[in-house]
């Protein structure tokens, strides 16, 4: 595994350094509980060793705020913690795996975990803008396919960080009962069934974060499983691209990787998930505008982003297929 330095030398201005990480556990379940039909459950040694992978890779991220994915139990969560040597004392923001529809089955959640002092309580944002309802459907959907928590933290500086942890729609076809999963036409409208449920919570999530970002000199951060590239159009909508200058800054979110200040090819290649042999990211961490270098009200710096991803090699069991997205970033001493 690659060794991250806790530290890098930058400018006495940009004298704070927090470290922000998404992390895909890959079905977080405590023992001896069925989460899919087609799924063993893990016996108690299988359970132990998936627990002390997740601290192991937490203990090498390092970070002060990671977000989870795919969250069936809390306790489960809390147990890795706990053995954790960085997060063992992390305040955690989660919730059980809650059936939702159209399917009414158990959908694992988002967590958050942070070393930095919370500010109030978290939000949790459920509802979509508008229904949708794909084709076949026989009752339209409200829901985000996984609430988003959003929190505020303190950071050393005394200013406040909004944090919102995100899982997109997978982009697995959404087959109806009477699909057949083998017939072409039947994947092509899974496909554009879960394409549009994808589409509708990164809408939901646009619609939140406009209220957030409008006139709010705040630095917002919005991480997690995107389930598609920095570009896509999901993952755009949730950006706020399609408005060019820096008088739209306001509403926008910057993909961390493409702004960071120590950008080296060589050092890190950031991958996070391997499909069919091909290379992607599809774990993101966006910043708002005062990360951005060319923002009137920059106050923080992306300084690096790299990514844990050895272990999509060696394809164990317990561990995930994800790698886990670290950005390191930087903040004024004074804003």
């Not at 459907?137 to 950071?155: C, E, F, G, S, W």
């Not at 646009?206 to 630095?219: A, C, M, Q, S, T």
Request: net charge negative; proline share 5%.
């Amino acid at each position: 595994m690659p060794q991250f330095p806790a530290s890098i030398d930058h400018s006495d201005e940009f004298g704070i350094s927090i470290k922000i990480g998404t992390f895909n556990l890959r079905n977080c379940a405590m023992p001896n509980f069925a989460f899919y039909a087609n799924q063993e459950p893990y016996d108690h040694a299988f359970y132990m060793q998936k627990r002390d992978w997740i601290a192991q890779q937490l203990d090498a991220m390092n970070a002060d705020v990671v977000v989870f994915q795919e969250v069936f139990h809390v306790q489960a969560l809390q147990d890795a913690l706990s053995v954790s040597k960085t997060m063992n004392h992390a305040k955690l923001i989660a919730r059980d795996a809650v059936k939702m529809l159209p399917k009414n089955e158990l959908v694992p959640q988002v967590a958050i975990a942070t070393r930095l002092p919370l500010l109030g309580e978290a939000n949790w944002v459920s509802n979509y803008a508008q229904p949708i309802t794909p084709s076949g459907y026989n009752a339209p959907l409200t829901q985000i396919t996984r609430a988003v928590p959003h929190v505020m933290v303190k950071l050393p500086n005394d200013i406040p960080l909004h944090i919102l942890g995100v899982h997109l729609k997978s982009k697995r076809p959404d087959y109806l009962d009477n699909e057949d999963e083998t017939n072409p036409d039947d994947m092509a409208m899974g496909g554009l069934r879960s394409l549009m449920r994808r589409g509708a919570d990164a809408v939901a999530l646009r619609h939140y974060l406009n209220h957030i970002l409008k006139r709010n000199h705040e630095p917002c951060i919005v991480a997690g499983d995107f389930n598609d590239h920095a570009q896509s159009v999901t993952t755009q909508i949730i950006a706020g691209a399609g408005r060019y200058g820096k008088s739209f800054f306001d509403f926008q979110l910057f993909d961390a990787q493409r702004i960071q200040t120590r950008n080296d090819p060589l050092r890190n290649v950031v991958y996070s998930h391997i499909h069919d042999g091909s290379l992607d990211v599809l774990d993101h961490i966006l910043v708002s505008e005062e990360f951005h270098p060319q923002s009137h009200f920059q106050m923080a710096q992306v300084r690096e982003v790299y990514c844990l991803n050895d272990h999509l090699h060696n394809r164990e069991r317990f561990s995930s297929d994800h790698g886990q997205v670290v950005a390191q970033l930087l903040f004024k001493n004074k804003v």
